[in-house]
């Protein structure tokens, strides 16, 4: 059993991940999060709130899932947002063709489907079900297709993305930030994309949640005022050049704008933001590179693009994030589909004097001609630059409602005029952090996920006698349905080393024997820790040596025990998970001390009495 295998086996069994519609059999690229799946992935979207909306500023807005045609006619997923398809002839199982050469030829991911199938051929590539032989590839879109309203009702789809909210909302958003760039906005939620072949289980799913933020800034000028926050920390790149080199090297942020190596300020910022949260919600940093896009799968109307990658077990190396400028591109598609202009008036600092061609087309000649087109004919005329309308003689041919029309030049003059300035339209750019959760999620449960040898930890950590702790030798004195395990035997845990920031239980409470005078101090504790908005499980069923072991398992940084010596000193037992000390502290603020350790950034030796260590 691999990693992944091992991972996913304690993700059912505990309650992190279940497959989908299980008692009808399941379906690929469907997961249900189980109590502590479903808490360990909010933790991670608040950590991403915080920083995104508390920090950085950029306000959350919430979209339909659904759109109509128009919004993805404008934004190219009705054209162009597919995946090469490849079926085979014997069992009619399909497989994305770029994965089935991937081994055999550079950049699949850049052949068209023709090319495929020739690959294909030539390399006698077959079904790896059943050995068949493969149909012609083929472009499958992979968005999900619905009917808005009863009978035929209005086309729309299931979005793809979350970005195409923020930009059908531009207007909106420039107005509520007073027009004044750069803004940002945010969204968090639930995408669908129609995959043809999901095996990597929650790295590759029909729906699945994007974390993306939508920033909006001048392209004139694309410093960064928070610069030097991140300028000299430094990151695993695996640039262009790199990835010919096949090595990637550590630079920091300000070395890499410096040197070209990133675009500018504001995407090595943001690819510097994405790096600390990342890191901060429990990823390696020894297993997280940023690798840049190659010359051949740059978007067309990308500046650069960056994805963050982390190296799992099976899969190898794993985009989970993608900051990318995107320039205008995605309002410049917007306004032509909605015809609609999309831009920020800028002010300037002082007025210019500016002499400017200027077009006046004459209404009283357009108007009979024209009748209730004349305006719209009219301001096609004004949108003519000089050197346009230099091309023309005697007539101005101009598109209006899809149509083309001719005009004779006689009814428009032409004039150059001197004119004072106070701004200009800018049609921002846009830089995107687009984040999936569910790949982060993956990354978190695999870097967290670690097997131990028991008496190996225990002497690493410098633990007293063969016990994990003395209440290995206080439970001696009990009935034999209290005793616990002890830590110093040859054994195996299964722990995962979640940040205290994300662990979806932050603190057990155990009381040593499920008897009430040991029951009702622990409730009480358990109360206590809630009112510091602690995440507590109260457990009290099995030894306690079982019990720690299901915490291990499940992430709980911090395990308290209620036992006789607290009825005569008032004092409890603190576990910490990575080391398996033990200090003993009061009870008396321990609501306060606990929270410290998960968020204070605390050192478990002053949290109390060292117990066993």
Not at 410 to 433: L, R
Request: charged share 30%; glycine share 8%; hydrophobic share 35%.
């Amino acid at each position: 059993m691999d990693k992944y295998e091992k991972v996913f086996e304690l993700a059912k069994r505990r309650g992190f991940l279940w497959n989908s519609f299980e008692l009808y059999g399941g379906s690929r690229g469907f997961y249900d999060y189980g109590p502590l799946g479903s808490t360990l992935k909010r933790r991670i979207e608040q950590i991403w709130r915080e920083f995104y909306v508390i920090q950085e500023g950029h306000m959350e807005i919430e979209c339909p899932t659904i759109g109509i045609e128009d919004v993805f006619v404008a934004s190219g997923h009705v054209g162009g947002f597919s995946d090469p398809l490849c079926e085979c002839k014997k069992c009619g199982e399909a497989f994305r063709a770029d994965h089935l050469v991937e081994n055999v030829t550079d950049a699949a991911g850049t052949l068209s489907a023709e090319q495929l199938t020739e690959v294909i051929k030539e390399k006698g590539i077959t079904c790896p079900e059943c050995g068949g032989e493969f149909n012609d590839a083929y472009e499958f879109n992979l968005m999900f297709k619905t009917t808005i309203g009863p009978g035929t009702g209005r086309q729309g789809y299931l979005r793809p993305e979350t970005a195409q909210g923020m930009f059908v909302d531009f207007q909106r958003l420039s107005r509520f930030y007073r027009d004044k760039l750069p803004f940002g906005a945010v969204q968090i939620g639930k995408s669908y994309r129609n995959e043809i072949a999901p095996r990597q289980g929650v790295i590759r799913l029909r729906e699945f949640t994007q974390a993306e933020c939508e920033i909006f800034v001048d392209p004139r000028n694309k410093k960064h005022p928070n610069f030097d926050r991140f300028a000299d920390r430094e990151l695993m790149l695996y640039s262009q050049e790199a990835q010919q080199q096949g090595e990637s090297f550590r630079m920091t942020v300000r070395e890499a704008v410096k040197a070209g190596v990133i675009a500018h300020e504001v995407l090595g910022y943001n690819i510097a933001l994405t790096n600390e949260f990342l890191t901060k919600v429990g990823i390696d940093p020894a297993r997280l590179r940023f690798r840049q896009h190659l010359k051949d799968e740059m978007a067309h109307y990308a500046i650069d693009c960056w994805d963050a990658e982390i190296e799992t077990d099976r899969f190898g190396w794993v985009e989970i994030v993608g900051i990318a400028d995107r320039t205008d591109y995605d309002l410049k598609a917007h306004t032509r589909v909605s015809k609609t202009e999309l831009y920020v008036y800028v002010e300037y600092d002082e007025p210019k004097m500016v002499t400017r061609f200027v077009v006046k087309p004459n209404m009283g000649k357009l108007g009979p001609l024209f009748k209730g087109k004349a305006k719209a004919v009219s301001d096609a005329l004004k949108q003519l630059s000089e050197a346009e309308l230099s091309l023309s003689k005697d007539q101005i041919k101009v598109t209006v409602d899809g149509e083309e029309l001719t005009i004779s030049s006689d009814v428009v003059d032409f004039a150059e005029e001197t004119v004072k300035v106070s701004g200009e339209n800018v049609i921002p750019h846009v830089i995107e952090p687009s984040y999936g959760i569910d790949r982060i999620f993956y990354g978190v449960m695999e870097h967290a996920f670690d097997e131990e040898n028991v008496a190996q930890k225990a002497a690493e950590s410098r633990l007293k006698g063969t016990g994990e702790a003395k209440e290995t030798e206080k439970i001696e004195k009990e009935p034999e349905t209290a005793k616990g395990e002890g830590e110093g035997e040859e054994e195996t845990r299964l722990v995962m080393h979640f940040s205290s920031a994300v662990a979806p239980v932050q603190v057990a409470v155990l009381p040593l024997l499920t008897r009430k005078e040991l029951a009702d101090p622990a409730k009480e504790i358990v109360a206590k820790l809630r009112e510091k908005n602690l995440l507590v499980n109260y457990d009290d069923s099995g030894t306690i040596g079982r019990r720690y072991r299901r915490n291990d398992e499940i992430g709980t940084p911090y395990s308290v025990t209620v036992d006789y010596d607290t009825l005569e000193d008032g004092t409890v037992t603190i576990r910490d998970r990575d080391a398996m000390r033990q200090v003993r502290a009061p009870i008396e603020g321990i609501e306060n001390v606990l929270y410290e350790l998960i968020y204070r950034g605390r050192s478990f030796e002053s949290a109390g009495k060292p117990f066993n260590f």
